[in-house]
């Protein structure tokens, strides 16, 4: 049994169980291939110098099916007289998302924007303005805080 083989159905186990608890249990079958496509991909490129296959594995297939899910809940959003998923970031309409933007410093809407839209992380955000990735994370959490206070 080779590499893929053994690894296929905690490839598929893992997509499904990420469709399922984003909400989108619809498209369980094709994150399901989605992971598996990640999974081949993953035993093109593994290293064993840094770390297990199954770790470089579930990398993989964790990253390519969150992108996969994300881009077909903007696609649902675009589709006119469907019904939307929730979408991925704290602010549910584009309504309150522009009242809630409207609170934040230029600041917090940087960092926004680098969380929820760029999908960078806490760390790169926080080499970027030169400030711990604490103080990112205090930013984001109180420009949230707000935000939601003036949704309401």
């Keep these: 049994m080779d590499t893929f083989d053994a690894h296929e159905p905690f490839a598929v186990a893992l997509a499904s169980l990420l469709a399922r608890r984003s909400g989108a249990a619809h498209l369980t079958d094709d994150a399901a291939q989605v992971g598996r496509l ?10 064993p110098r840094r770390g297990t296959f199954k770790t470089w594995a579930g990398t993989h297939v ?3 099916v969150t992108r996969y899910l994300r881009g077909e809940r903007q696609q649902e959003a675009l589709r006119p007289g469907q019904a939307v998923a929730a979408p991925s970031c704290p602010v549910e309409t584009a309504d309150l998302a522009q009242a809630a933007l409207k609170v934040m410093t230029a600041r917090e809407r940087g ?3 680098a969380f ?3 999908h960078r992380s806490g760390a790169a955000v926080a080499a970027e303005l030169q400030v711990t990735v604490r103080r990112v994370a205090q930013v984001k959490r109180e420009a ?3 935000a939601r206070g003036a949704a309401k």
């Design 111 to 113: 960092i926004m924007r």
């Design 144 to 146: 949230l805080a707000r």
């Design 62 to 64: 964790i990253s390519a």
């Design 38 to 47: 990640a999974l081949w991909e993953a035993t093109l490129t593994y290293n």
């Design 116 to 118: 929820y839209w760029e």
